[in-house]
């Protein structure tokens, strides 16, 4: 069956740093790709996302870029803030399943 | 982008008692809503499907005697967890889909902390 599988975290990183969260996958077919975020709490809030090959997904300074070949799915951020602090989750949809989710990456900035 | 809600929010309660938990969407139409189990520092892990006006599909392993699912409106689902035991604590997420031609996205809710004492 489908699977998507993300870097373990905890990840650490002081203010400004460079952030990259690897995420691969596996589906049958050209499934939507996806990133989720959870602060502490709280339920999920879509981040971004990136419906075919080649289709770079971005939002509050974060990317992904679909990556058909490698089957990929990278987060990536040039300067993290504080508040950046959070779960980061890669997600993968097929046709009209459910999302199906890694198991999520716990990201540390420190000031 | 569309709002997902449910209540409550947190729940505490006695080992042996039924809890209820409500999702709604509330400024669209979802014909189909999923309910999610996520333990401390672990992923979301689907329970169940649920269609509007339909019986709920649950995912192997989840006992569905355990959980009952009622989707008795397009943007009404509930969760009921049965005779609730300490293994039962957990946040319990609902998603909520729009389903249109070729799009297609989840929206979930902020999530119920169940506890059980």
């Known amino acids: 069956g489908d699977s998507v599988t993300q870097m373990e975290g905890p990840v650490t990183l002081s203010e400004e740093a460079f952030l990259t969260i690897n995420c691969t996958y596996t589906?049958?077919?050209?499934?939507?790709l996806f990133w989720y975020v959870q602060y502490p709490g709280e339920g999920l809030q879509l981040l971004l996302k990136?419906?075919?090959?080649?289709d770079k997904g971005s939002n509050k300074g974060f990317e992904a870029t679909y990556r058909k070949e490698t089957t990929s799915f990278h987060l990536e951020k040039g300067s993290v803030q504080v508040s950046d602090s959070a779960v980061y989750f890669c997600?993968?949809?097929?046709?009209?399943?459910?999302?199906?989710f890694g198991k999520g990456t716990r990201l540390s900035v420190i000031a | 982008g569309a709002v997902v809600s449910q209540h409550p929010s947190r729940v505490i309660c006695k080992s042996g008692t039924s809890v209820k938990i409500e999702c709604r969407s509330l400024?669209?139409?979802?014909?189909?809503m999923f309910w999610y189990r996520q333990f401390p520092k672990q992923s979301l892990m689907l329970m169940a499907t649920?269609?509007?006006?339909?019986?709920?599909?649950?995912e192997q392993g989840v006992e569905k005697d355990k959980f009952l699912i009622n989707h008795a409106s397009l943007t009404l689902s509930t969760l009921t967890v049965t005779s609730a035991h300490p293994e039962d604590s957990s946040f319990y997420i609902c998603?909520?889909?729009?389903?249109?031609?070729?799009?297609?996205?989840?929206?979930f809710g902020p999530g119920t902390r169940l506890t059980v004492l």
């Open positions: 589906a049958t077919g050209y499934p939507s």
């Open positions: 998603s909520a889909r729009v389903l249109a031609g070729a799009y297609n996205e989840q929206f």
């Open positions: 990136a419906t075919k090959a080649d």
């Open positions: 400024d669209f139409q979802a014909t189909t």
């Open positions: 997600a993968l949809s097929s046709g009209n399943t459910p999302l199906v």
């Open positions: 649920s269609n509007e006006g339909s019986k709920a599909t649950y």
